[in-house]
């Protein structure tokens, strides 16, 4: 037994030893996995195939690759394309490939897929919600392999932008029919499992052919509640909660250090949509008035507890070409109740805001109200919901005010469709966007953006009131999240635990 | 008896065939259209118009009325509009959670509400009678969302015992999801342990005053024994009725209490699909419910009829 004893003694401290050693080399080992709260559950995962931002905040990027890509500054970078190249009359797109890129299901990614992915966006019979983007497309060629040649039948400045977009993204005819609930794309996660109701799992893949992320596992958990986010937060269930829309909670989670609280923009800008084709909106006195009645920085306190930023046209204020005209229409209730009188209503009017249901327009349409009434224009508020307001207010263009955001990027062409549901019509701006239209000269574009800001801003054609934030709430060892939301997409792709 | 089952079948099935006429109508009058709900505001006419038809809404109404009803016969409630899942499927999986969900709330609460209405009724008039009324009181005028915050609050972000929220699934084992179901059956099992108290106590009550307790107690008979043995058993048809009830609101209205909690739970599905104009799931959804409420509450006549030994006619 004297003997024994010295050696178990020595083998146990040992033991110990390696046991304690391991631990601290377990603790000292970055996470690899990933929780990301989001509020919307999407219905389902072929971003080619529905509007819903949630489909393409957990596939964008992460899932399925377009073309191109927008990255977190907003600048288009290669997708699936490695480069690409424009002619001269800016009729013709020359896209080369990556040599190795590969679907989730092994079969090979080359212009084939290109070429199905854009004649079945622009089919008669196509549920692309974006099918406007791929109108111009006239044909698409496959001389070889790891070229497509895409022509237009028109000019499209905008066109490498709408191909970098999730609408876009690049599917196989082996499995489009059936990505709406086992999604195979090229990116760089793959489809894992979709626990209904609760949450979607993608693991990474082995076979992507570009820089592998850090990540191994991304979980998006779907919280709705809004008191349910925030203890989800708090209770370590999630990792990060993106579009966080709780901006009353915010300042505790400033003060606590083990969170950072990080607020960009998204492409929404906010408005006070007006009826101009309907009385008394049509004369651009009253439209003048209501933007001297409303007092943008009052408002973002208000609804957005300070983390937004005004707007004076239907631009983002960190997007190029921005103007700033913000200061043409200053808050100056006496100056909006002259120009009111001027227009044939000393006396003000009565009118109805309709609400949809997000809270910036409940919260935002009451404090909108109450600063028009101040002026003498009452205001009835009608909240409903989204299925009612789309076919009410949009589709039946059958309102007088209310108050929405518009989130697609670089949308101000909107003010030149016909019947868009503004009733505003501007040869100016029309005219101005023809010109866009041929014009691939970054400069010359946004000089050409600013000029339409300045048309929308001096004909008063919506209160343009403030870029709705991207808020992003997530524990302190997390980097590589996007702070800014240039295009619909929650790209995981380079996040990364300290 | 026979006749008795026979005709409650009878008024079963005109019941549930009313249902679905009622929620197929009311659901076309509801402005909305599924198809720009789910394309969004840029999309273009054509393509909304492909939609459509790809989900059979371009058909005239009757026609797909009857299709519609015909599949529910064959126990075919159709394809979700938006998921593009049979509904069946998905209210298989909603009823996963739901039907443990309430069965658990239904146990929490009548293990609550038994023995504090008893309490209530044997101490009438003093101390444990008014704490009971009191509890009741509470319990009633609490929403039950408040009450499931209350309950993270403490036992999720402070003593950090349970998750915050969320469903790992039956897959990742019965005691996880048990886990995870306790506090929002604990919330939905306060306001109806409350409203069950308060009708246990007056049932009990109601009973005490009776021949034949007097009797038995004339006879001798214990206290505690009058109560357990003579008075709750007659007094439980009242409960059972009330019971029955609430498993017909607990199967649907419990949507407050799974949003709080991020469960994927029937009444969530409906909700959404509410709003998202998605009519399949409306229609199939609104119809299982009718059916279950009409089985619920004939299981309950028939589970009173049986346990009551008086003869019939008369009351009922």
């Known amino acids: 037994m004297p003997t024994a004893k010295p050696r178990v003694t020595l083998a146990a401290f040992a033991a110990a030893l390696a046991l304690a050693a391991a631990s601290q080399a377990a603790l000292a080992q970055p996470r690899t996995d990933l929780v990301v709260g989001m509020a919307l559950e999407p219905p389902h995962l072929d971003p080619t195939a529905g509007a819903a931002g949630a489909i393409k905040e957990v596939t964008y990027a992460n899932l399925f690759e377009p073309l191109l890509r927008v990255d977190a500054d907003g600048k288009l970078v290669p997708g699936l394309a490695e480069r690409w190249s424009v002619s001269e009359d800016g009729l013709t797109y020359r896209f080369t490939l990556r040599p190795n890129a590969k679907f989730h ?169 007006t009826n101009n084709a309907r009385k008394p909106f049509d004369d651009v006195r009253v439209r003048r008035a209501m933007a001297h009645a409303i007092d943008r920085q009052t408002l973002i306190e208000g609804v957005l507890y300070g983390n937004g930023v005004a707007i004076g046209s239907h631009f983002p204020p960190h997007r190029e070409g921005y103007v700033d005209l913000t200061g043409l229409y200053p808050y100056d209730p006496a100056r909006a109740k002259a120009l009111l009188a001027e227009a044939g209503y000393p006396n003000g009017f009565d009118t109805t805001l309709r609400l949809p249901p997000p809270p910036y327009a409940r919260r935002g349409g009451e404090l909108v109200a109450a600063m028009l009434a101040e002026v003498g224009i009452r205001a009835k508020i009608e909240p409903v919901e989204w299925a009612a307001w789309l076919e009410k207010t949009f589709k039946g263009k059958d309102y007088d005010l209310t108050m929405i955001a518009h989130t697609e990027p670089l949308d101000i062409d909107i003010y030149a469709r016909p019947d868009y549901y503004f009733n505003y019509k ?30 929308l801003a001096e004909d008063a054609v919506n209160g343009f009131l403030f870029m709705l934030p991207s808020v992003t709430v997530q524990k302190a060892g997390l980097t590589g999240m996007w702070v800014n939301r240039p295009v619909q997409a929650n790209d995981v792709t380079g996040v990364s635990w300290k | 008896m026979l006749a008795f089952l026979l005709r409650r ?171 995870a179901l306790l506090l929002p059956a604990l919330a939905l099992a306060v306001p109806e342990a409350a409203i069950l108290a308060r009708v246990t106590r007056t049932a009990v009550l109601d009973t005490l005053g009776e021949d034949h307790i007097r009797t038995a107690r004339a006879k001798g008979v214990g206290r505690r024994t009058v109560l357990l043995r003579h008075a709750l058993p007659n007094a439980l048809i009242p409960v059972a009725t009330v019971l029955g009830l609430q498993i017909s609101f607990l199967v649907a209205g419990a949507v407050v209490v799974e949003n709080v909690f991020t469960l994927p739970g029937l009444g969530r599905l409906l909700y959404q699909a509410i709003g998202q104009r998605d009519l399949i799931v409306v229609q199939g959804v609104v119809v299982l419910l009718a059916l279950f409420v009409v089985l619920v509450n004939a299981l309950v006549d028939i589970a009173c009829a049986l346990a009551d030994p008086r003869p019939k006619g008369g009351e009922s």
Do not use: C
Request: proline content about 6%; cysteine-free; hydrophobic content about 50%.
């Open chain 1, 105 to 273: 299901d092994g079969t090979a990614a080359d212009s084939a897929d290109v070429k199905f992915t854009l004649d079945r966006a622009r089919a008669a019979e196509s549920v692309n919600a974006q099918k406007a983007y791929f109108a111009p497309i006239a044909t698409v060629e496959t001389p070889d392999p790891q070229t497509a040649v895409v022509t237009l039948s028109r000019p499209d400045g905008l066109f490498l932008f709408h191909m970098a977009s999730g609408d876009a993204a690049i599917v196989a005819p082996e499995s489009a029919a059936t990505n709406k609930q086992k999604p195979v794309g090229t990116g760089p996660f793959k489809f894992d499992r979709w626990a209904a109701g609760d949450r979607v799992v993608l693991v990474r893949n082995p076979d992507y052919d570009g820089a592998k992320p850090k990540i191994d596992r991304v979980t998006f958990r779907f919280i709705s509640d809004p008191a349910a986010q925030v203890a989800a937060l708090k209770a370590g269930d999630i990792d990060a909660f993106t579009l966080f829309s709780t901006y009353e909670a915010l300042p505790e989670f400033r003060n606590d250090p083990t969170f950072t609280v990080m607020v960009g923009s998204t492409e929404g800008e906010t408005l006070l949509s």
């Open chain 1, 426 to 455: 501007s040869e100016r701006f029309n005219a101005l966007n023809e010109e866009l239209n041929r014009t691939q000269d970054a400069g010359r574009r946004n000089a050409l953006y600013g000029e339409q800001q300045k048309v």
């Open chain 2, 9 to 179: 079948l009878v008024s079963l099935i005109v019941t549930v065939w009313l249902a679905s006429i009622v929620v197929f109508a009311v659901l076309q009058l509801v402005p909305g259209d599924p198809a720009l709900l789910m394309l969004g505001i840029d999309a273009q006419p054509d393509t909304l118009a492909a939609l459509r038809s790809q989900m059979g809404l371009d058909r005239p109404i009757l026609t797909r009325y009857l299709h519609w009803a015909g599949g529910l016969a064959h126990g075919d409630l159709g394809v979700s509009l938006t998921y593009a899942r049979p509904v069946a499927d998905l209210v298989a999986e909603r009823l996963a959670v739901t039907l443990p969900l309430s069965l658990l709330s239904l146990v929490l609460s009548t293990a609550l509400a038994l023995p504090l209405g008893l309490l209530a009724a044997a101490r009438r008039g003093r101390g444990g009678d008014w704490a009971v009324l009191g509890f009741a009181q509470l319990g009633v005028s609490m929403p039950s969302f408040w009450i499931a915050i209350l309950l993270i609050l403490l036992f999720s972000l402070t003593l950090h015992w349970f998750p915050a929220g969320g469903f790992p699934g039956w897959s990742a084992g019965i005691g996880p999801a048990l886990h």
